[in-house]
C-alpha cells in the first residue's frame, strides 16, 4: 500500500511538474534558437574545423545523423561525448543589389556574418583527429567549415501578442534598423530571424524586445515606386497642405526578442507581424 501510494504522489507530481511547464511563458523553438546566426565584429577562432566525413569520395555535404572529421583529438584535450557547434562565415559581398539604400554599408559595419550550420557530438577520438557525429543541423556541414565547444544559449520568454499596441508611442530609447534577414531574405514576418544595428555595445541584451515600425511616406526602399500616385496620378483627393512622415502616426508593424548579440549588432526573432516587414523598417527598444 505505501508502495502504491508513493507512486500515485510520484505520478502526482511529474504531472503538476508538466502543467506548470506548459503554463509558462513560451521560449523560441531549439531551431531559433540554435540556427539563428550572429553578425559580429569580435574575431573568431578558426583553429578547429571539419576536415572531411565519412563516404568523402563522393559526398559533398552533411546532415543529421552523418559522420565528420575533426582536426582535433586527444593531445588536444577532445573527449568521447564532447559537443561543439558548426558555423559558416557568410559572403561578405553577399548583398549585390540592395533591398534599401546603404544596406551593404550598414550590415559591413555591423561586422561578420556567421551561420549556424550544425551540433556535433564525438563518437571516437585519436591522437590529432577525431569523429563526430551531427546530432543537430540547421543547413549542412562541408569541408573547412568552423567548429567550436557548444554552449547553451539562454531561451529568453517571448511575449504574448495580446497587449500590442499598434498606436504605441515613440518609447524614446535607441533606435536602429532591420539591416537584413537570415539569408538575406527580403521579407519578415513571425518565427522569421532578422539582424539590427544595434548591439551590446549599445546596451542591448539578450531577452530585450525590440518594437518594429515604419514611417508614412518612407521611401528608402530602392525598388522603384512612384511617389504620390493617390492624388496626383489618380486623382484620388489630397489635403490642403502636405505633411510629410514626421507629422503623421508611425505604422508599427510587429515586436521581436533578442536571441543573440554582437558589439553593434543583434540577432532578433520576429515574434509578431501585423503587417509584412523589410529591411530597412526601424525598431526601437521597448
Known sequence: MMRRFCS???????????VHAQAGSPVP????????????????????YVISGAESYYR????DGKLVFLNKGASQGVKVGDQFEVIRAAPSDYVRYEW?????????????????????????VQPNTSTAEIVFSCGYVQRADLV????PRPAPAIKSGEGFDMFAPPSGKSKATIVTTRYYGELAQNGTIVYVNLGSAQGVKVGDYFRVFRFQGNSNETEYQ???????????????RPYDGAELPR???????????????????ITLSEKEIFPGDYVELE
Request: charged letters at 15%; proline letters at 5%; a negative charge.
Open 100 to 124: 534599401f539604400q546603404g544596406q551593404d554599408r550598414l550590415l559591413k559595419a555591423m561586422g561578420n556574418t556567421y551561420e549556424d550550420e550544425a551540433r556535433l557530438r564525438v563518437v571516437h
Open 60 to 63: 559533398l555535404t552533411y546532415s
Open 148 to 151: 567550436r565547444p557548444f554552449v
Open 226 to 240: 512612384t511617389p504620390r500616385i493617390a492624388y496626383q496620378i489618380f486623382g484620388f483627393g489630397s489635403s490642403p
Open 251 to 269: 505604422d508599427v508593424l510587429g515586436e521581436g526578442v533578442v536571441l543573440r548579440v554582437g558589439k553593434n549588432a543583434a540577432t532578433v526573432l
Open 8 to 18: 500515485i504522489l510520484i505520478f502526482a507530481g511529474i504531472m503538476a511538474s508538466l
Open 29 to 48: 523553438l531549439e531551431s531559433q534558437l540554435y540556427c539563428s546566426g550572429i553578425v559580429t565584429s569580435d574575431p573568431v577562432p578558426s583553429d578547429t
